[in-house]
């Protein structure tokens, strides 16, 4: 029984790509309702960032630079959770490689579909290959994957991206149905966020007031906007939830 205003109390949580934006977010969030975190992501200098607030704030983190997509990183990253507390209760799959636009005619295509899928897709599927076990014998636990409302829209320019999400989608489902046996919930969050690399899209491409006109709430959210679903979906709070998909993204994607 986890105490009020600690939802996370004593559980171990992975947070993938949480360097920056909305994995540093819900990373943080995690640590201020009780749980220790595993911190991944490819530059070390910005997890220790991340690291040191958590720390100030009097919580547990394992830091560790690792590639979304490759097969042994995330064997190592699941056997410091189980080496360093015995276990792993969530997994939050946040890393993926952001291909720029490119038409559908390009004969880059090919090339940035495989960097998206083996990032977002392989790499959201490597973890949960590694967890499972692990969550299968402690009776249950919470798997976190990162959807994006382009891969609803179609968004022309991002097919490599959109696909690769849909496709993380399908893996959501698929495994909440295989392992819903196990009690393990597996959910897809749809965010959008004034993360680094929005920002930097936003201001490159020019397309700010085009882009907000798709927000029902007429303003975009912040990485902070997003964690308060992803401590829902690690809690127990969130019991009877699994294979949804969820948007936290001011309305821009209704399903």
């Known amino acids: ?30 640590e201020s309702e009780g749980a220790r975190v595993i911190i991944s992501g490819r530059t070390l200098s910005k997890l220790e960032v991340v690291a040191s607030k958590i720390r100030a704030n009097g919580g547990e983190v394992v830091v560790l630079e690792a590639i979304a997509g490759n097969a042994d ?12 507390w015995g276990r792993v209760d969530v ?7 952001f291909t720029d636009y490119l038409s559908l005619d390009d004969p880059k295509m090919a090339e940035n579909i495989r960097v998206d899928m ?33 891969g609803i829209r179609c968004e022309p320019g991002f097919l490599a991206y ?9 893996l959501t489902k698929t ?11 597996v959910n897809t969050i749809l965010p959008s966020a004034m ?27 912040e ?4 964690a308060p679903l992803a401590i829902f979906l690690a809690s127990d709070e969130s019991n009877y939830i699994s294979g949804q998909s969820i948007g936290a993204d001011g309305g821009s994607t209704m399903l």
């Not at 990183?73 to 360093?84: F, P």
């Not at 997994?91 to 490689?97: E, G």
């Open 195 to 221: 993360s680094p690399k929005a920002k930097w899209y936003l201001e490159q491409s020019k397309s700010y007031d085009q882009e907000l006109a798709k927000v029902s709430l007429g303003f975009f959210g």
């Open 1 to 30: 029984m986890t105490i009020a205003g600690k939802r996370l109390e004593g559980r171990v949580a992975i947070i993938t790509g949480a360097g920056q934006g909305i994995g540093e977010a819900i990373a943080c969030a995690y």
């Open 91 to 97: 997994l939050v799959n946040n890393a993926h490689t």
């Open 73 to 84: 990183h995330a064997e190592m990253t699941v056997a410091r959770a189980i080496s360093n």
């Open 175 to 185: 495994a909440a149905k295989e392992w819903g046996q196990h009690k393990i919930r």
């Open 162 to 170: 959109a696909a690769s999400k849909e496709a993380i989608r399908t």
């Open 223 to 226: 990485p902070e906007d997003i």
């Open 118 to 150: 083996e990032s977002g897709f392989l790499g959201s599927l490597q973890l949960m290959q590694c967890v499972f076990p692990h969550m299968r014998d402690a009776g249950g636990g919470s798997i976190i994957n990162m959807g994006s409302s382009y």
